[in-house]
């Protein structure tokens, strides 16, 4: 099965750039990433925090069944430039992975089709490889997936 979601790691470099093209209005996909409801139910997680504006501050959160925290992440929000980028840190804690810094551009292509490009920046070259090594292209496909379906009966 071909992923949507591209995933690019040029060798022996501490970052990743990732595209996917979505059959949404710039818009609706810029919506999918700052309002928290809609994040929730795309991720997959609840959203504790979410301070879309300039050095702003967001955190998510997981639970199991029983109620415990399996995933917890939080980060700043450095620029936030409504339907163009969002340049933000984000942390994974009780992980041994440090902070990462993710820089997210969404770019029109029609009336009703957009792209989402992020450049992710790792701390090292081993940091980025450990993060590949995880179901994390899957994972992240998945959940563009879930964006698209969730997002298009909206628009």
């Keep these: 099965m ?11 470099k501490q970052d990743l750039l990732i595209t996917r093209e979505f059959d949404l209005p710039l818009d609706w996909l810029f919506r999918a990433y700052v309002e ?10 609840n959203v504790l925090k979410l301070d879309n504006r300039n050095h702003g501050s967001w955190q998510f959160e997981t639970t199991d069944a029983q109620g415990n925290v399996v995933f917890r992440a939080n980060g700043v929000i450095h620029e936030f430039v409504p339907n163009r980028k969002i340049t933000r840190t984000f ?4 992980t041994s992975f440090p902070v990462q810094l993710e820089f997210l551009e969404f770019e029109s292509l029609s009336d009703h089709t957009s792209k989402l490009t992020m450049q992710i920046v790792f701390k090292s070259v081993a940091h ?5 090594q995880l179901p994390f292209a899957q994972g992240l496909n998945m959940a563009h997936n879930r964006l698209q379906n969730l997002v298009s009966p909206l628009n």
């Design 2 to 12: 071909t992923l949507k979601t591209k995933i690019i790691a040029e060798d022996g």
């Design 36 to 45: 928290p409801d809609l994040v929730a139910q795309w991720m997959g997680t």
């Design 91 to 94: 942390e994974m804690e009780t």
């Design 128 to 132: 980025r490889d450990q993060m590949l």
